[in-house]
């Protein structure tokens, strides 16, 4: 699997790529480096070793694969935390030694490797062979997915994991075969069209699983229930009103805490605040209106339902969740829309 991702389309024929995919110039690999997972600092292994490097790259909503590989035996630091990307690293080719907890851990053909460079430090040193088909994340793009999945944010005892997971024959490669497959089948794929976002999703969110599961972090009922009934409470609140808006002061007292301290615990429990929590469910609600209202009602209208008045900042709310405009999503919902 993954052999000739981003290199031949679904049908077993040479993909077409806009940019240089090979260079020797060590300039020329860092600022493609540089663009498709962030600043970082490499030193070759052998003095004076120029690369041979393999670089393209494709896009699946706001995830960034790359098939890649310096050509040359690297050691890879000071990976720029203010990026705010996660980096999962898939071996094709030859192995890759990163830092890990305890001691570094080695991914070979077929393996993978996740680390959040914008919570943690990280280097890797990759031999000679290398090549590798790489994700580059947003970490808001995996907190979205975990709050619409799960019904919170894990803390930093997720975020903070370095950890080595799949294999050869694992679901997470067949996933990736899957979404390299779409990208380059017969038509282009838009990155931020539905099918772009929908490989994001499943894409995010089985690295969620995985990544979960290799920090014994509890994704499913565990992790959401042990927050106080106070928050639990208030989520029902405004899931359940998300149209009328209520203010997070009008929940505090319902729920019988102060404004503060239910701010505290969906900052603690949650990673959100309570604002944030009702915007993201009026946000939802305001989308699934949009797809499914009659065909006379407008975005205006619809928007105006759910209490949105500033469409100027709607709209860029909207977009950051859902990956489009609203009134892309009201066309598609439409007779003879796209």
């Not at 992790?223 to 009328?244: D, K, S, T």
Request: proline fraction near 6%; include cysteine.
């Amino acid at each position: 699997m993954l052999e000739e991702a981003l290199v031949l389309d679904s049908l077993g024929l040479p993909i077409r790529h806009d940019r240089r995919t090979h260079s020797t110039d060590w300039d020329e690999v860092q600022e493609f480096c540089k663009s498709v997972y962030m600043p970082y600092r490499v030193r070759p292994l052998e003095r004076l070793s120029r690369p041979d490097a393999t670089m393209i790259s494709a896009k699946a909503g706001r995830v960034t694969m790359t098939r890649f590989s310096y050509g040359t035996g690297i050691y890879l630091d000071r990976f720029d935390p203010e990026a705010g990307n996660i980096l999962v690293l898939n071996t094709l080719r030859g192995a890759l030694s990163h830092q890990s907890h305890d001691a570094p851990a080695t991914t070979r053909a077929g393996e993978s490797f996740v680390v959040d460079c914008s919570r943690t430090d990280y280097w890797l040193q990759g031999d000679p062979d290398h090549m590798q088909f790489n994700l580059t994340i947003p970490h808001q793009v995996m907190e979205e997915t975990a709050q619409r999945w799960f019904g919170f944010v894990p803390d930093d005892t997720l975020w903070t994991s370095r950890i080595k997971f799949g294999g050869p024959q694992s679901a997470w490669l067949r996933l990736l075969d899957y979404a390299a497959r779409t990208l380059n089948g017969p038509g282009p794929v838009p990155a931020d069209g539905a099918l772009g976002r929908h490989l994001e999703e499943i894409i995010c969110l089985e690295l969620l699983r995985q990544w979960a599961a290799g920090a014994g972090v509890v994704l499913d009922q565990g992790a959401r229930c042990a927050a106080p009934r106070y928050v639990r409470q208030a989520e029902e609140i405004m899931e359940a009103e998300a149209r009328a808006a209520p203010t997070i002061g009008d929940i505090a007292q319902r729920v019988g805490v102060s404004a503060r301290t239910l701010s505290g615990g969906f900052r603690r429990f949650r990673g959100i605040s309570p604002r944030g929590f009702l915007i993201a469910r009026r946000l939802d609600g305001l989308h699934h209106d949009l797809r499914t209202a009659p065909a006379h009602r407008t975005v205006s209208d619809i928007a105006a339902d759910w209490g949105f008045a500033n469409f100027g900042a709607l709209a860029g709310r909207y977009r950051e969740r859902f990956g489009e405009l609203p009134s892309h999503t009201r066309a598609r919902a439409r007779p003879g829309g796209d």
